[in-house]
Structure formats: C-alpha cells, structure tokens
C-alpha cells in the first residue's frame, strides 16, 4: 500500500502472493490465481495490468474506464451492498468476490445463495477477507466456488474441512441431499 504525502491511500493492492499471483482454494486444490484484488483506489490513480477486482461502487462509478482497460475485471461486494443491484450486472463477471470483514459477519453467505439460487449466477463466486477453516464447508454450500484465505492460514489444512460433515441437515446450493430425505 503506497501513501501519498498527505496520508491518503493511493491503491491498496491485497494479494499473498507467491510471485504474482495469489493462493485460492479452488475445487478443492490450491491454486495460483491472477486476480489481483484492489481495496481502495483514488480517482487519479492509474489501474495495474492484468485481472483485477475492484469494490462495487468503484465498479459503478468507473464501468466505462474499467470497459476499455486492459484485463478482465470482477468485483468485490460486502454484506451491506444491495443484493439486487448486484444481480442486476452480476453476469458481467466471471468472478465476484464476497467480503468476510469478520468471522460472525455472515450477510456475504445469504449473498452467494441468492446470487446462485435466485438470481442464477453462474460464474465463479470468491470468498475473501477472515475467511477460516472452519467456515469453508459452509460456504461452499452456500454456492462459494473459490477462497482465499490470509496468508498465514494453512491451506493444506484447511483442504481438509470440506470432508468435516458426511451428514447435510438441509437444502443448499450444492443438491446434496438432507438427511431427512435419506430415511
């Protein structure tokens, strides 16, 4: 993150990184990705090459410059954006990030089930932010495709977590069975 004179960030760049790409779980191995995530970005600020994700709000007040760029680009939602606006472009992207500020924030869970469920997103959703092990089986019921986990997580560990739970109580993107229905 680089700092003007003044203090203000120019462009947080959120990235752990192994060269130039980032280390997401992705249909259950771990992966180098390209994506590189931008958290805040000034008006004057010029964008790096490459695949980027950028906050929703930038992405509605810049769509025509982010158009024109060079790479591919996503967004980033948080659990207070409107969920309706962001299905109403959400086919656009081949990859929406959901933000997990913190561990008990779950709106991000209702918003890839929505996403997924009734608004038919098909594209890849990321879970990003305090994203932990023992969330991970939970979201990707919810329909989260990929996670990137802080660096200092244990990704081989947290590999493991999808096969914490044989046993589904509920209905979920996934289709797998509940219990109930296995009598």
Known sequence: MSRSRKGSTKLALVKEKKGNSVRV????????????????????????????????????????????????????????????????VASQFDLIALEFPLFKDGRCYSHARLLKERYGYKGELRAVGDVLRDQLFFMKRCGIDSFQLKAEKDMQDALKSFNDFTVKYQTATDAAPPIYKLR
Do not use: C, H, S
């Open 25 to 88: 779980i992705k249909d259950n191995q771990i992966i180098e990705d390209q994506w590189q995530r931008l958290e805040k970005i000034e008006p004057d600020q010029k964008l790096p090459n490459g695949d980027i994700i950028v906050p929703f709000a930038y992405w509605r007040a810049n769509r025509e410059t982010l158009l024109d760029r060079n790479g591919n680009t996503a967004i980033f939602i948080m659990g207070d954006d409107k969920i309706d606006e962001v299905a109403g």
